[in-house]
């Protein structure tokens, strides 16, 4: 079967198949069946007999294509569901709690990852991907005061915490970060990338909150079933300068004309 995974349903879509164990595939090129060209990144499905019921579930509750495809396979890579750990501090943390609530609406499964177990280190043989939330980077690393609160909840992540996730990374897990989280990944890991912004007073950048356009490159699996043009809620975010590399994809872009679309 192909699946039509454009859009936020499609995660939610592979998720459900993961879950009920069946073999997912996302296509590496684009694919023509009947007049309809799926896009890279549509889903293939197989064995066939066992997703039968899985994928008409798919189309009758969240109306989405569905076809069952003849001849070859298309060119494909195995997607496989990954350990992830959701970053969660002690300290107020909304954009986690946001996290955590997508993560629950879209079936994605995930564990949450505490100080203490980040300090403790060997993150890669528990997880795949680690998340860190919208928190800025000196918050992360330093958490709640000491004297404030109990031992157990002061301390953030720390030096040893640090240097467990750049460990992680090194070992081939996946860091994400969201927003001001990824400062921290900047520094620890060297990134070839700088905020251009930070810092900048207010009569030189100024966005507290807008609705801005994105340009993406939908041909590479981050960008897969999203649309070239988007839209992006950006709120005292930041803007990357990159240094072109062999190791670096940029994957979104601020659009290059009328970048503001509303606010």
């Known amino acids: 079967y192909l699946v039509d995974a454009r859009g936020t349903a499609g995660a939610l879509a592979a998720n459900r198949l993961h879950a009920a164990g069946l073999r997912v595939e996302w296509t590496s090129g684009s694919v023509s069946q009947d007049g309809f060209t799926y896009q890279p990144g549509t889903l293939i499905v197989r064995p066939v007999a ?19 495809a003849r001849g070859r396979v298309p060119a494909s890579t195995s997607l496989l569901p990954a350990r992830v750990g959701l970053y969660r501090p002690w300290n107020d943390a909304i954009d986690e709690g946001w996290t955590r609530w997508l993560f629950e609406q879209y079936e994605v499964p995930f564990r949450t990852l505490r100080d203490a177990e980040v300090r403790a280190g060997s993150l890669r043989s528990g997880f795949d991907v680690i998340v860190l939330p919208g928190i800025a980077a000196q918050r992360l690393i330093d958490g709640n005061r000491k004297g404030a609160l109990p031992d157990e909840y002061v301390g953030g992540l720390g030096e040893a915490g640090v240097a467990a996730l750049k460990a992680f990374v090194e070992a081939g897990g996946t860091l994400v970060c969201i927003d001001g989280s990824a400062e921290l990944a900047i520094d620890a890991l060297g990134l070839p990338v700088k905020n251009v912004v930070a810092g900048l007073p207010a009569e030189q950048f100024f966005c507290p909150g807008s609705i801005v356009r994105l340009d993406i490159d939908a041909s590479q699996p981050v960008g897969f079933g999203m649309l070239p043009q988007n839209a992006a809620f950006f709120s005292f975010s930041s803007a990357y300068e990159a240094t072109p590399g062999p190791n670096l994809r940029v994957i979104a872009r601020y659009g290059a004309k009328d970048i503001l679309m509303s606010g």
């Open 50 to 68: 066992e997703a039968r019921t899985h994928v008409e579930r798919l189309a009758r509750e969240l109306g989405m294509r569905v076809f069952g």
